[in-house]
């Protein structure tokens, strides 16, 4: 049966009914239009949120990424850091050696360089308070110089990827003295 036929015998039940019975048929239909709109809207509106939701997710994923590279890459950040570090100053003069090492410091920069263009960025942590979001404390030192909960060493670099935490920085805090 077509939707106008439907239409045509239900007005026809309406018409032939008494006026009390048409008036409550009719109220009735008018609840019934009225829960269907309410239900549209509902649905409509979950829809939206449905979306918008994805959208935020789509976005995370295209800007987090490459986390999990991003980690990984910083070991290799620590052990070039660490390799410059143990060059002592006298081989650091040294004809033979100077080359190496200019070499690995650019190799260094190119590095933060390459973080920097993906979000990527070093924590500051000395002289700053542990923020436990941020830092993760190794061990505690006595220092009547700072404040206590001040970090004053940075035992491993703390990174972020764009507002998200990448790494922790491992820290010595100070406490009070004994």
Do not use: C, W
Request: aromatic share 4%; proline share 4%.
């Amino acid at each position: 049966m077509s939707e106008d036929n439907k239409n045509m015998e239900e007005t026809e039940v309406v018409d032939a009914l008494p006026e009390d019975a048409a008036a409550e048929r009719m109220a009735a239909l008018e609840a019934e239009l009225a829960t269907a709109k309410q239900d549209i809207l509902y649905a409509h509106a979950e829809t939206q949120n449905v979306r918008r939701r994805l959208e935020k997710e789509l976005g995370d994923a295209r800007a987090y990424a490459s986390t999990a590279f991003a980690r990984d890459m910083l070991s290799v950040a620590d052990n070039l850091s660490r390799a410059l570090s143990a060059i002592p100053a006298e081989l650091r003069e040294d004809d033979k050696f100077k080359a190496l090492v200019v070499g690995l410091e650019a190799t260094g920069r190119e590095l933060e360089s390459v973080f920097g263009r993906n979000g990527i960025s070093k924590l500051d942590s000395v002289g700053q308070p542990l923020d436990p979001n941020k830092h993760q404390a190794m061990m505690e030192v006595p220092s009547a110089d700072a404040e206590p909960g001040t970090i004053l060493v940075e035992m491993q670099s703390g990174y972020m990827i764009k507002d998200r935490l990448l790494r922790p920085a491992m820290v010595s805090v100070a406490k009070k003295p004994d």
